[in-house]
């Protein structure tokens, strides 16, 4: 059955497809406008730094203040979804994101443009949570949801990898500004397209914020990715990123203790008991540390080993792009026969032979030895996110959906930076450039083995099929 057919059932709409795509597309948009964002910026950021006259340390925060705020409240977004309503949480993300876009595009100053950056990783932290559970929503059918999961999960590795080709041409053509003024008519139909075509979602209003343990993850987790991005300039060994990660700990383990004694826990520690739940945010984490850092790692080998421009960069990575989109929609199409299971373990089998095939390639490989590796990493990562993303969604009650939400793509962040800061420590440490290379693609294989393992252990298998009475 057409996806719009069954969408059509499912959410009892009744009306043309075209129509039961609609919820499917605004999600889509406000979601690959957040990840566009994560690397987009990374090409312009010099173009930016002489035209404003910024600082080193300016620089850095126009890069990840985003990051840091983004991955910081995720977990805050997806209570207050849950409390106020998905739909309402997620237009007010994609209002504020859309409008600091704006902010950005015409800072005068880099004091400006850092604020506006700082307010745009608010608006993600409101617009993905909710992305997730209004997607739950709105295609309860199982085999509608897989393909909405899959073309969902297939937007944040199109929008990673495309993030350096387009924000090369835009840079090279109409100016740096642009690429944030491309998120104005993205978010406006984004925006348009919520309000007309998504139901309103249901108000928890007897669910507690629990403000002390939101404090103590934002804490954690901006001193988690604080750290991890330090690392990457610093080294592994320097105080500053020592006392970052050690900070980290301690913020998790009172948030850990806050929930255990609260009455009304943002997170309940009972959801994270389920196998399902935490082995599936697990599986989230490693496969984004394997994909991000192999995208990291091969956009600087090919600009600073290869000399390619940011436009010829984000042309070698496209592979791994086109495959996101391809493996999202197969997997759609089988995990109503096969189950999740199957497709995960082998989704992550096949990325970490994709990077374990770079890591045995050679010290300067030509370019045609690498194409295989990177399809198979893009391949393998986007038709393992499917199952993992239907596994974690599917562990939740629905008065957590939002959370969980959350928690996914809280852990999924984690994987990145780590993926990314990992991979610039081994290219800044390593003897050469080529042994630091291939480390960092062996680890990112075995990130995705374990990956594999995991999912054999937590993916729920197929359940079966229900006789007719």
Sequence with gaps: MAFAESADQ???QGEAGQRSWAPLLAVCAGYFMVILDVTIINVAVPVIGRELSASLTGIQWITDGYTLVFAGLLLTGGALGDRLGNRRVFCWGVGVFTLSSAACALAPNTPVLVTAR?????GAALIVPGSLALLQQAYPAPSARARAFGLWGSMAGIAASAGPLLGGLLVSTVGWRWVFLINLPVGAACLALTLRHVSRSPRRATRALDWPAQVAVVASVALLTAALNEAGRRGWSDPAVLAGLGLAVLAAAAFAVRERLARAPALPLNLLHSRAMSGGAV????????????????????????????????????PAVAMTMFASVLSGRLTRRTGDRPLVVSGMLL??????GWAAAGSDPAYALLVAPMMAAGFGTSFALTGSTATV????PPAYSGTA?????TTRQIGSATGVALGGSLLAT???????????????????????VLARLCVPPKPPATQPS
């Design 351 to 356: 990325a970490g032979l994709g990077l374990a």
């Design 10 to 12: 499912a959410g009892g």
């Design 283 to 318: 599986i989230g984490l490693l496969f984004n540390f394997g994909f991000y850092g192999m995208v990291f790692t091969a956009s600087l080998d090919f600009q600073h080993q290869r000399d390619y421009s940011a436009l010829e960069t984000g042309l070698a990575l496209f």
């Design 430 to 452: 390593a003897t050469d450039h080529g042994t630091g290379l291939r480390t960092s693609m062996a680890i990112g294989a075995f990130a995705y083995l374990v990956a594999a």
């Design 405 to 409: 939400s959350a928690l996914f793509n």
């Design 393 to 396: 969604m599917g562990a939740a």
């Design 118 to 122: 700082l307010t745009e990783g608010l």
